[in-house]
């Protein structure tokens, strides 16, 4: 099992750089960027956290491959845990290409027979079949621990159909002014961990209530910790997004329009990563 756990973590690290990867092309390639539809928000703000938040599970994954390896007879929950937080890498990328597809099929006209249209479909159905792929795996791996559920299916086939709904029929007029903007901003981050969240249970469905119940608790288990921890990764990633942002404009920025800048980065970021926490950290064990 432990053998197996450090394959499948690997494979969800290397799928966390082609998923950035893809992110990155489609948004920066010359050509690419001047026809995908889905370079704004809520679209935007699903595929950026969704990169995010999948470079922080890659992470937690490796440790906990780590802490299970070094285990002779590593523990049920922590088998359990470490499937979850690997199959929650590509649960991201798939909310993150049906977002994209949605936006695709909102605006046909900008991608349909123009440049590059097929080389975006290509990405697009390549990610899809690694993403399919990668699930698959990570379930039979686990196959002996399920506990088939239907209504964790029901619950997330309704909210997935509620968050199509929604960015089906988004109003993307909201962008045009400055508030819009922030609130199609957080309305795409709740599309993001909402059904994430969903999946996650849907598709590895175990009692964690049961698993959760049977640890001991520590100092790392206190919310205010948790919480706390929460906020310094929400304003380390702020800042690093930032410089991204400013090495990467042109041309001088003034003191007032910096300062709103920075405000949001910090802000966004540590609202994502709450958002995130709130709904992933009992799928995914963290309480």
């Known amino acids: 099992m432990a053998k197996k756990s450090v394959i ?24 690419l960027s001047r026809i995908m539809p889905f370079g ?13 938040i999948s470079g922080f599970l890659s992470i937690f994954a490796i440790v906990r491959t780590v802490l299970l390896v070094r285990k002779s007879t590593p523990t049920k929950g922590q088998i359990i845990f470490l499937a ?19 936006a695709m099929a909102r605006h046909p006209s900008t991608w349909l027979g123009q440049a590059g249209e097929n080389e975006l479909l290509l ?33 997330a086939a309704i ?6 709904a929604i960015l089906a029929l988004y109003p993307e007029a909201l962008i045009n002014s400055t ?28 009692n964690g209530e049961e698993l959760l119940g049977a640890r001991k608790p ?10 706390a921890a929460v906020a310094i990764c929400g304003v380390a990633l702020g800042i690093f997004l930032l410089i991204g942002e400013l090495l990467g404009s042109k041309g001088g920025i003034a003191v007032p329009v910096r300062i709103l800048v920075f405000s949001i980065f910090i802000g966004a970021s540590i609202l994502g990563l709450a958002i995130a926490y709130t709904f992933l950290r009992k799928p995914l064990g963290l309480l």
């Open 179 to 206: 508030l819009g903007e922030l609130f199609s901003l957080v309305i795409g981050i709740f599309l993001l961990f909402l059904p994430m969240s969903a999946w996650i249970v849907a598709l590895l469905p175990f």
């Open 40 to 52: 704004n928000d809520p679209y935007d703000s699903i595929g950026s956290f969704g990169v995010i």
């Open 159 to 164: 909210i997935s159909l509620v968050a199509v």
């Open 8 to 31: 499948l973590t690997l494979a969800a690290s290397v799928f966390t750089i082609a998923f950035y990867f893809f992110f990155m092309t489609t948004k920066h390639d010359p050509v």
């Open 218 to 227: 520590g100092w790392l288990s206190r919310g205010w910790v948790q919480w």
């Open 84 to 102: 979850r937080t690997q199959v929650a890498v590509p649960v991201a990328a798939l909310i993150t290409l049906v977002g994209n597809l949605i």
């Open 123 to 155: 990405m697009i159905a390549s990610m899809l079949f690694l993403t399919a792929i990668l699930v698959l795996l990570i379930r039979r791996s686990t196959q002996e621990y399920l506990q088939a559920d239907s209504r964790q299916w029901r619950s």
